[in-house]
Structures are given as structure tokens and as C-alpha cells.
């Protein structure tokens, strides 16, 4: 069985990681599922552009996750960093409550009371690892 895929970006900027709360109460990476023929940097820069309202540069990918979203439903999570290449604003769509540029310091499995998913918070944190040439460089 394949699963449907959404890309994700690790977006860090000034030591803190873009996170979006979901209708789930839970905190997501931006990102999305790719359109038919769309490739995954460009899908992940088009969503990242309409959930926060950033222009990003894609980069590295950081390997994968299967994701229960909900009881026996699987999507294929493909994260990678994202370099921002614009303003740090964000401007919140309507699919997501709340947005939070979280302190790297306070990662963790739940922040402000909500979960964040242990394949977001391992994509985060190889993200983080990761040397700084590297997050940064173009594709």
C-alpha cells in the first residue's frame, strides 16, 4: 500500500523553529502534500509561501516518517530544511490556529500544553545536527 506524501520544512531562523498548531492540537511543520506533477521542493516552497506567507530557499532533505494522522490513516512525511529568503512575518493561513517561532532550547515533546509528533521533533532536531553549511546550501 502507498501512503499519500506531505512535505514538511524545518524552517530555523535566529535559533528558533517555525512550528503551525493544527486543527488536531497539535504542532506541524509547514508543508504540505505535493500537486499532481509538482516535484518536492518546488510543492514544499508553494505551501511554506501559502501556510505562513514565507519565501524559502529548500534544502537539504532529512530522510522520512510514517505518520498516523489519525486511527489506521498513514501519510509518507518527507522533511527538509528550508533557508528563509525573505522577512521573518508570518502571515497564518486558515489551516493552521496559532504559529510559535520556538526557542530551539525548548524543544521537546509537548510545548505550551500541545504534542509535537516524534517524527517532527527527530526531523527538527537532524535539522539542528546538521553542520550549518550544509542546512543552508542551495539545491
Given amino acids: 500500500m502507498t501512503h499519500p506524501i506531505s512535505v514538511k520544512g524545518v524552517l530555523i531562523h535566529q535559533d528558533c523553529v517555525l512550528l503551525l498548531l493544527n486543527e488536531r492540537g497539535e504542532w506541524d511543520l509547514p508543508g504540505g502534500r505535493p500537486d499532481p506533477g509538482e516535484d518536492h521542493r518546488t510543492a514544499l516552497k508553494r505551501e511554506v509561501q501559502e501556510e505562513a506567507g514565507l519565501a524559502v530557499e529548500v534544502g537539504a532533505a532529512l530522510g522520512e516518517d510514517l505518520f498516523e494522522v489519525l486511527p489506521r490513516r498513514f501519510v509518507r ?63
Avoid at 84 to 113: F, K, N
Avoid at 126 to 131: G, L, S, V
Fill in 77 to 139: 512525511i518527507l522533511p527538509f530544511v528550508c533557508r528563509l529568503t525573505g522577512g521573518s512575518d508570518v502571515v497564518l493561513s486558515d489551516e493552521h490556529l496559532e504559529m510559535r517561532w520556538l526557542p530551539l532550547a525548548e524543544l521537546g515533546e509537548r510545548i505550551h500544553g500541545h504534542p509535537l509528533p516524534a517524527g517532527y521533533l527527530g526531523a527538527i532536531r537532524q535539522a539542528i545536527d546538521q553542520p550549518r553549511s550544509l542546512s543552508a546550501r542551495s539545491v
